[in-house]
């Protein structure tokens, strides 16, 4: 039987409608139980209708109905009865409340409290039934969005609403989401606002998106698919009609492969990580990808297609041009000293030794033309103070770029989502990179003003005794527990998307140069003995007399002993091991190659290509260090007459030292382009700190395992680390050979080797053979001239030439013969 419950008062009265159903959330006999302790009279009747169809002026009625789908529930809701579900009655009896009012129906407060918006719907009846199901839970709709709106029910990623929503950090979530706030509307202590339940439900960014992605590797393009996959969107191949966006890898894509509709937005990968680090879809207009082309750089094009037939205005031009691709790097606050006697020195290939570890510099902050006279020469101990300067503020740039970009964002309160990480996650991370920073940032300072006021008598020294304690207390904690940090990096980009978001955000940003933040937090590793090799460099060219050579001396004990606080498990062993295979197999090379701190990255075999740093045709080998190049040749065969009775050990080094160049030397790295008269060839712009000039070093890649865009990446990527920068790529120029005077043709061929080969010798031969010599330097001359009249790649210029030479090989064999007789007598 149907029993019905009336409750009344002078003001209210509840009336409990029982059904069959309703036994399965609460017995009656509870209900009455609660309904009598928040103190409401009740009362007893058989018939709904008596009460429904009713008017009273001295109390209210209220229905309590298990079913709101019932057909009482539709005859009570068409009389504009008062109706409220069990729900409700627990709520207020445990919350000690008078019963809430409301003028439509009220099974629950589920959504209590809680301001809906919709948009996207297309479905006027399935939007209606969300509606009513919202206020039976206690919920509120705004047809219009604002600040009092708490969720967004979103059916799409299009709209002002949904852009209003994330600009606000406004939760965006699905229908489905009301769908099941409603099966749980029984449950008296659950909220549907509860972020663990509404998580579930958000709208993906990637929703109704379908996208493409042009100019990434393809490891990072299959991350980049996957990670659309699992935040709601899919992936076509690029000019597929059905994609919406096409992100775009900007440092890489120069110009698009064709026009893509206007229906299809492209943007910038930013725009891609973006989106999942806020969880929702970011707005393109922030984010289009435009066509970057710096002005400087058309300049330095310009310069480099332009050719006289004029030997002397050549070399004008290709200074002007080196000049022009290192000005993006020349920047020196500091006028130049005034000339020193002293300084008044040539440099040698030889004296590149003396140099270890000193950054970029710079002629002056104006650069010169052609036209102008040259710069006097500037003190070499103010040279390598100014460069000491430069890396110390490039440093303190990345210190604030990693506290600025990563560590604030990170630490900030009312984050988008919430937050990325933990406290102990960032401070993991990130250890004491602050108070490297702050006495950095002091020690940059000091130089500042020491250079703005230069004299020879000015010590550098005290300016790193006066920081010395400090920097004990600062790096160890740090460098100690890098890997720690760098561990914790991985681990929470793994399991964290919006985090693994937020790094690649920042890492496109132009700031960071595209490292990653471990590769920008190893730098204090690496900052210290960077230190050391720059003081004693300024130690070398400092004067005996000069009391700053003592202070030097005790500031480069004082960062030794920092460095001792280190562990020694930071040591690379195999490194080490690398480096002094390096000392035995190049004859001549320097003993202060050996360093703690210094690791083999790179070996490549090359053909030099040019005059410097030794003749073209020679076989080079590059050994790139972390912090320096070696530089050598193959070693020319030797006739021995008189062999040693001792015998020799172990073979004779197959390599000659010809340099050991400070990565911090190299002012460009020149990607030549692959032409008819040029292969595989690279060069670099270098510039001692003694010299005032640019020099260009070119060569040609002879290893097919070597990968020459691999190989100068790696290359920038470690003269930005030795300088410290963080703009890597922008070291490397792509550049027309023919401009740089620079050509691989016929580094093969049979009279380019046998030139080379009388080249070579006669460089052994002293002034009493001058006369052999200058016969050997005129058949060179004409085998030159027959070159340049018969191509040799022609096989008609092949036979006219055939004729011609072999009698001059003859003379050329004899003249050799006789010049290595010399030799040995």
Known sequence: SVNLLMLSASSVSVTYYWNIFFPDVVSPQFLLFLIQDINTPFIMTDNVQEFADGENTDFETVFVLKDFDSPDYSYLYKRDNRIVGPPVVLHCAAKEEPLHFSCRPLYSTTMLNVSLCFTGFRNKEEMKNLVNLVHHMGGTIRKDFSTKVTHLIAYSTHGEKYRLAVCMGTPILTPSWIHKAWERRDDVHFHAGEEEFRTEFKVPPFQDCILSFLGFSEEEKTNMEERTLKHGGGYLEVGDERCTHMVVEENSVKELPFTPSKKVFVVKQEWFWGSIQMDARAGESMYLYEKNDSPAMKKAVSLLSLTTPNSNRKRRRLRDTLAQLTKETEIS?????????????????????????????????????????????????????????????????????????????????????????????????????????????????????????????????????????????????????????????????????????????????????????????????????????????????????????????????????????????????????????????????????????????????????????????????????????????????????????????????????????????????????????????????????????????????????????????????????????????????????????????????????????????????????????????????????????????????????EGSTSSLLILLMCLFLCSKAICCS
């Open 333 to 801: 606050p500091f006028p130049p000293p005034r000339k020193r006697p002293s300084a008044e020195h040539s440099m040698s290939i030889g004296s590149l030794l003396d140099i270890s570890n000193t950054p970029e510099t710079c002629k002056s902050s104006k650069p010169s033309k052609s036209s102008t006279p040259v710069l006097s020469k500037q003190s070499a101990r103010w040279q390598v103070s100014k460069e000491l300067y430069q890396t110390e503020s490039n440093y303190v740039d990345i210190l604030s770029t990693i506290l600025q970009l990563f560590k604030l964002p990170l630490e900030k309160e009312g984050q988008v989502g919430g937050p990325i990480l933990a406290q102990e996650e960032i401070k993991t991370i990130f250890g004491s990179i602050p108070d490297i920073y702050e006495v950095h940032t002091r020690i940059k300072n000091d130089l500042e003003e020491l250079l703005s006021d230069w004299s020879e008598s000015r010590s550098v020294g005290n300016i790193i005794l006066k920081y010395s304690k400090e920097l004990v207390k600062a790096y160890p904690p740090f460098v100690n527990f890098f890997e720690m940090s760098k561990e914790t990096i991985v681990r929470c980009e793994k399991q964290k998307p919006r985090f693994h978001a937020f790094l690649k955000i920042n890492q496109a940003k132009p700031e960071c140069g595209r490292q990653t933040l471990a590769e920008l937090l190893i730098r204090p590793v690496q900052r210290l003995p960077s230190v050391a090799l720059l003081l004693n460099d300024i130690k070398k060219h400092t004067s005996d007399d000069n009391p700053d050579k003592i202070t030097l001396e005790k500031a480069i004990e004082s960062l030794k002993e920092v460095m001792t606080h280190i562990n020694e498990d930071k040591r690379k062993t195999e490194g080490q091991k690398q480096i002094f295979d390096v000392v035995y197999e190049v004859d001549g090379c320097p003993a202060n190659l050996l360093s703690s701190h210094r690791s083999l990255v790179y070996r490549v075999e090359t053909i030099a290509l040019g005059d410097q740093p030794c003749d073209r045709g020679e076989h080079v080998t590059l050994f790139l260090f972390n912090d320096c190049l070696e530089i050598a040749r193959k070693r020319h065969k030797v006739i021995n007459t008189f062999k040693s009775p001792l015998g020799q050990t172990r073979p004779p080094p197959p390599l000659k030292h010809i340099a050991l160049m400070p990565l911090s030397q190299i002012r460009r790295v020149l990607d030549l382009q692959d032409t008819e008269e040029c292969v595989n060839a690279f060069a670099l712009v270098v510039r001692p700190p003694t010299e005032q000039e640019n020099l260009l070093f070119s060569f040609q890649l002879t290893g097919e395992e070597t990968v020459k865009s691999a190989w100068l990446r790696t290359l920038c990527r470690h003269v930005a680390n030795t300088i410290c920068r963080a703009d890597a790529e922008d070291l490397i120029q792509c550049t027309d050979p023919d401009s740089l005077q620079v050509s691989t043709k016929d580094m093969d061929s049979t009279l380019s080797k046998a030139s080379r080969a009388i080249k070579k010798t006669s460089k052994k031969v002293n002034t009493k053979e001058f006369r052999y010599v200058t016969c050997v330097r005129k058949i060179y001359l004409t085998l030159e001239l027959l070159m340049k009249t018969f191509p040799s790649d022609s096989s008609e210029g092949k036979k006219k030439m």
